[in-house]
């Protein structure tokens, strides 16, 4: 009950509503994970065609790095 609690806590309220008679945090995390995991693929294409559009251009090599690990750590 804990943790259902938590989570019940940690999302917002539109997402709370459609799992608050769910009866333990099993059934609302798969429920969520379901949900949200087919979002996952779509930002992965998009973190990589970002990584695959990014260029140096007129920023220093420190500056670039950054902002490539920056998506990879994304990634």
Do not use: G, P
Request: glycine share 0%; proline share 0%; net charge negative.
């Amino acid at each position: 009950m804990l943790v259902h609690s938590w989570i019940m806590n940690s999302v917002s309220d539109s997402i709370a509503q459609s799992i608050v008679f769910m009866e333990n945090a099993i059934d609302v995390w798969n429920d969520l994970k379901e949900r949200f995991s087919q979002a996952d693929l779509i930002r992965i294409a998009e973190l990589q065609q970002e990584l695959h559009a990014l260029k140096q251009d007129s920023r220093t090599v420190t500056e670039f790095y950054s902002d490539l690990k920056l998506i990879w750590e994304e990634l």
